[in-house]
DNA sequence: ACTAAAACAGCAAATAATTGCAATTCGAAA
DNA sequence: TTTCGAATTGCAATTATTTGCTGTTTTAGT
């Protein structure tokens, strides 16, 4: 493996996790450990990342934005937050799940158009309450922790009396075999509910989360009509979704 | 872990809750003392927050001394949020409004007890999904956009079908001739809802709030079961509240 | 002033970083 | 293709950090 690979591999990793240690590097490179520490001793010198006690973090990591600084996942959510952001009109009915690519999708909401907004999710909640144009209808239920996203049967029940024009579904993995599967049950359950309530279903997912598989199934692709990726549609990574009935964008 | 993970959790909980105890942090942190110690003493010198005994706070953090008269508005709030808060027993099912100063009382929320607690307060909401302690139900319906708080027939409803222990309400206003107050209509229905579904009532409410009316009436003193202000109980302005059959704290 | 809790200082074990060195790989020139 | 030299890599010995524990001193709240 070149120098080069493992360095970029390196950055991934802080980018992506924020923090990663010497030894699961070492372990994931197959190389000694001496030589991933002289791989981030020279990123460090370049400012790629910060070099830290044990391992390596990446710039800001101490520092309390919200967003994750990560500087390629975030542009990617962007890109897909704006093309998603296109499909509203004025008036329609939106049901949004959580994740931080619907949280992107929030932030560049248009402020002149009416829109309603359900949502079991806290994050997005509250930031749509920056918005004099949404009316937003929290859905109630025992909120989960780590996801701030409310799940339990008044949440599937509240599903079950709304009929919305439009779901985003912004968090899980998406392969063409397996379709759309989540880590937790509970949630699951409630974006089941919510593909019901819908009449149309947008997934939203950077390209990193495509051709992988959870545990539990929410749907298949046939229960899907937009996807949206950072990728353009004619991207052959796509390829593998053409044989559904879902729109690239 | 990386120390620098364990200083940033350190930092985020100091920004959350204005203040954290060192015993607190090494359990959550699952290291000794005297690292967590070592931390903050080095977090200390940085500037990023301020070490006190036993534990530490954030700059911002307005600080009081009993003999000052003037005690700054903040400090009030935190005075009744400590008396509430020793209020809490474990096991105990909680029904919180919203309001800043309920929102100082989940700032110092036990985090050894168990407790289960019932809100349409976005706010309150999300500062108890710090606490894995502390099982959140979020009472779902249409969110007003300044409070962030939920409004209307779902949340009333919601709430018709549930019976709590104890009810925290942190805002509105006081007054021994026309009770508790607010200015929006709204709101008061889910107060009145609450109190409803509430075996005991507390009011919390800086003695600002005391002797001023607003627009609706929520309820009249007999509903209230327990007024926490920041004075103390024999503080002669509290006096027209006596004839009423509140516990002063 | 007294007491329980917290802070501190010093120590030792464990872990990580650095340095020097030898073995290997890689690339360009003969 | 071969060969030389520079860069890269792994290893071992040394040095530096980190961390938990001890006993002692200090602090805060009665």
Not at 191 to 202: D, F, P, Q, Y
Not at 221 to 229: G, P, R
């Amino acid at each position: 493996m070149l120098k080069e690979e493992r360095q970029k591999y390196i950055l991934d990793q802080v980018h992506l996790h924020h923090r990663v240690l010497l030894n699961d590097l070492s372990e994931a490179l197959n190389v000694s450990i001496d030589t991933v520490r002289r791989d981030v001793k020279e990123l460090h010198k370049e400012k790629k990342l910060k070099k830290v006690h044990g391992g390596a973090t990446s710039f800001g990591f101490m520092t309390f934005s919200k967003n994750d600084g990560n500087v390629y996942l975030q542009s990617k959510k962007i890109i897909i937050a704006e093309k998603a952001a296109s499909l509203l009109k004025s008036g329609q009915i939106i049901l949004m799940s959580g994740g931080t690519t619907n949280l992107e999708l929030v932030k560049v909401f248009p402020r002149k158009i009416e829109l309603t907004v359900f949502t079991p999710s806290l994050h997005i909640a509250l930031e749509l309450m920056e918005f004099p144009n949404v009316e937003v209808i929290f859905l109630g239920g025992k909120l989960l922790h780590e996801a701030k996203f409310a799940i339990g049967g008044t949440v599937v029940n509240s599903l079950s009396q709304i009929r919305v024009d439009m779901l985003f579904l912004g968090t899980g993995y998406l392969d063409p075999k397996h379709g759309l599967t989540e880590f937790d049950w509970e949630v699951v359950q409630v974006k089941k509910a919510m593909i019901e309530s819908a009449k149309k279903t947008v997934i939203l997912s950077v390209s990193d989360k495509l051709h992988s598989v959870q545990r539990y199934q929410t749907c298949d692709l046939n229960a899907i009509d937009i996807l949206i990726t950072e990728l353009s549609p004619i991207d052959a990574f796509l390829d593998p979704f053409r044989e559904f009935p879902i729109a690239l964008l």
